[in-house]
C-alpha cells in the first residue's frame, strides 16, 4: 500500500513569520500538533505544540511577537507519495515523530501521513512506528 492511500490531502501550512501564538491556535482548531512551515512556495520546517511549548517557554519566547521561524524545527523528515507505507512507518520509528509531511517527486507538499492514517492501513506498520517513537533517546529531538 502507497502513502497516498491513505495520506490527509488537506494541509494547512503555516508561514515562518506567524506568531506561536496563532499557530497554536491553528493547532487547537485542527486538533493537531504539528503544522508545516512553508515559505516562497518551499517546505522550510515544522513546528510542533512541543517546540511551542519547550522552546518557547522554556526559553522566554512567549511574548506575543515571537514567530515561528524563532522555535520551529528546521530538520525536516518527509515521505513521498509513491512510497510504501512501511517506509513512512521505519522513518516515523527512527525519527520519533508521530506526523510526517508528504511530498511528491517535485517534492512540493501534497499531504501528511499521521500515526492514526498507518492504524487504517490495516498493516502491521503502525505497531513497528509506534514501538520507535517510544524508545528512550538520548538525542534531543529537533
Known amino acids: ?3 497516498n492511500e491513505i495520506m490527509t490531502r488537506k494541509v494547512d501550512v503555516i ?6 501564538r496563532d499557530a497554536a491556535r491553528t ?12 515559505e516562497n512556495d518551499r517546505l522550510i520546517g515544522m513546528v510542533t ?7 518557547g517557554v522554556a526559553e522566554d519566547k512567549m511574548a506575543g511577537n515571537t514567530t515561528v ?7 525536516i523528515y518527509y515521505c513521498f507519495e509513491d512510497d510504501e507505507v512501511d517506509q513512512a512507518a521505519n522513518a516515523m520509528a527512527e525519527h520519533q515523530v ?10 512540493r507538499l501534497v499531504g501528511i501521513v ?22 528512550p533517546t538520548d538525542q534531543p529531538r529537533r
Open 69 to 75: 521561524r524563532q522555535v520551529m524545527s528546521e530538520r
Open 98 to 107: 508521530h506526523r510526517l509531511p508528504v511530498l511528491n517527486r517535485d517534492k
Open 114 to 135: 499521521a500515526l492514526a492514517d498507518l492504524a487504517r492501513s490495516g498493516t502491521d506498520a503502525v505497531k513497528r512506528a509506534v514501538q520507535g517513537i517510544s524508545e
Open 1 to 3: 500500500m502507497q502513502i
Open 15 to 20: 508561514d515562518p513569520n506567524t506568531t506561536i
Open 49 to 55: 505544540d512541543r517546540d511551542i511549548a519547550m522552546r
Open 27 to 38: 493547532m487547537r482548531a485542527d486538533n493537531i500538533g504539528a503544522l508545516p512551515v512553508g
